[in-house]
């Protein structure tokens, strides 16, 4: 399965979960954010489809995925890009951590 593809999977999972997806251009990464009484989750057109992976996976962290069915492919992906910025905000803080000693 491809990235787009997992992408497209992910979007309608956020969107049984209440979450509308939407893609503009711009100057922003994206993420999930509140529009009046709406929860949405905003995709820059213009980043990679890798990049729109991560944005997405981030802005469904806090959502109770696993009440919405996701194929095993789609699951993986997603546990798989949260451990990586999981390992990476990691080794920023020990990084920091290491500077300030």
């Not at 489809?49 to 009440?67: F, I, K, N, S, Y």
Request: hydrophobic share 45%.
């Amino acid at each position: 399965m491809d990235t787009k593809q997992i992408i497209d999977e992910l979007e309608q999972a956020a969107e049984q979960l209440g979450l509308a997806v939407r893609r503009e251009k711009g100057n922003f990464r994206g993420g999930r954010c509140q529009k009046g009484d709406a929860a949405l989750i905003m995709l820059n057109k213009r980043h990679l489809p890798e990049t729109q992976l991560v944005v997405l996976a981030e802005a469904l962290r806090d959502a109770p995925v696993d009440t919405v069915y996701l194929k095993p492919a789609v699951r993986e992906a997603l546990e798989a890009t949260w451990a990586e910025q999981d390992a990476a905000a990691s080794a920023e803080r020990a990084e920091e951590s290491a500077h300030a000693e």
